[in-house]
């Protein structure tokens, strides 16, 4: 029967096992889990810990469930890697706003360079789309986030890079809400429409290092922004 520590959960002591496992090749990719009936037996805990433990592990990526055959080990993918860190990103309440902006600002700088020198008429026609469709959206705080966050996400997309994109997109969710939420009050929709015009026209003019200074300077001045919003609570 498995020992816990006093302060870890059931379930997060068998994801940690289970995992490990997985992680260290001692459960294979396509294997078939044990049952729950003889996973409660092997770790000695209720079927409700299983499960909640199981579904975590499937939301991670690692797992996927077959109706009427079972549970198995999952192929390790660019899918997985999103469906973990949006896992990740949906349970972790503590994440700070200023740890996802650092890590924006480290990844999309580089990805505003290489759309400049790899994105296609497409992903152009889409930007200027979104453009377009941020200036209509000034004032409504939340459709104006959701497309700021979209034109960030087709930046990556036209960056050629499937993983920068893909980890994008996984926290596009808190992404969003970051955005709606820390702001402040006051017409900043102009400033946003501004710096997004300045990145897009350095992308369409194929300037790499003035559309990663561009994006740099976009992402430095939210975060600042956001720093003063916290200094005056």
Known sequence: MLVYDEKMQRSEAIIRLIEGEILSGKMPVGQRLESEEKLCERFGVSRTVIREALQQLRGRGLLYSIKGSGTYIAESNLDTLANAMEAYSALAEDLDFLELIDFRILIETECARLAAMHAGEGVIKELRRLMELMRHSSGDRTEFSRLD??????????????????????????????????????????????????ILDAIEQGKADQAADAMHRHLLSSRRQFVDLKGEE
């Open 149 to 198: 966050i979209a034109f960030h996400l087709m930046i990556a997309k036209g960056s050629g890079n499937r993983i920068y994109a893909t980890v994008l997109r996984a926290l596009e969710k808190k992404c969003i809400d970051f955005a709606r939420k820390n702001r402040g009050e006051g017409d900043w929709f102009p400033v946003i429409v501004s710096t997004h015009q300045a």
